[in-house]
């Protein structure tokens, strides 16, 4: 049985990159969703011992991959935030960056157009490669990295759930307000 995680935060604190009142829909009504939905799928199946990211890695297309990719995705998406984040990424990651994108704004720049650019619903991401290079990939419906081999480090959510209640249609905007909530330790813990 999959658990919904707790948020690493009060719901009001990410405000107003992301308010209360679509956390409380993203996270008490989706993402819950998508673990009722998974925990229903799985007894019996070949599935039903396995961690997540296994489930991610081994499922094909459908209603298994769809609900354990969209739990890791989401996981991966709330844990990530925080209301005083280390702003810039440091050490290993920060020195990757600036030699594949020179600076910081540069990598932000590609990463928004990305997902702004990605059609319908998805997810855009930052992974690593085996060999410690960066890759910005996008994911539509509920894909994850592992399945191309990479370690997911950084993810936005560009479904219209996360970001129509306060954005409406402007999905650029909201990329770029989850800059200033984005806790650059926790990337760099999964750098690592
Ligand atoms: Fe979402």
Do not use: C
Not at 10 to 38: M, Q, W
Not at 68 to 74: D, E, K, S, V, Y
Not at 98 to 122: C, I, M, N, P, T
Not at 151 to 171: C, G, I, M, S
């Amino acid at each position: 049985m999959f658990q919904l995680i707790n948020l690493p935060y009060a719901p009001d604190v990410l405000e107003p990159a992301i308010s209360a009142h679509t956390l409380e829909f993203h996270h008490g009504k989706h993402l819950r969703a998508y673990v009722d939905n998974l925990n229903k799928l799985l007894p019996g199946s070949e599935y039903e011992s396995l961690p997540l990211e296994d489930i991610v890695r081994k499922a094909p297309a459908g209603p298994v991959f769809n609900n354990a990719g969209q739990i890791l995705n989401h996981n991966m998406y709330f844990q990530q935030f925080s209301h005083k984040p280390q702003t810039a990424p440091s050490g290993r990651l920060a020195a990757q960056i600036e030699k594949q994108w020179s600076s910081l704004d540069a990598f932000k720049a590609e990463f928004v157009a990305k997902g702004v650019g990605l059609f319908g619903s998805g997810w855009v991401w930052l992974s690593a490669a085996e060999d410690g290079s960066l890759v910005i990939t996008q994911e539509p419906g509920a894909g994850n990295p592992v399945t191309k081999g990479l370690k997911p480090l950084l993810t936005f959510d560009v479904w219209e759930h996360a970001y129509y209640l306060d954005f409406q249609n402007r999905r650029a905007d909201q990329l770029n307000a989850l800059w200033g909530i984005v806790d650059w330790k926790v990337v760099e813990e999964r750098y690592r």
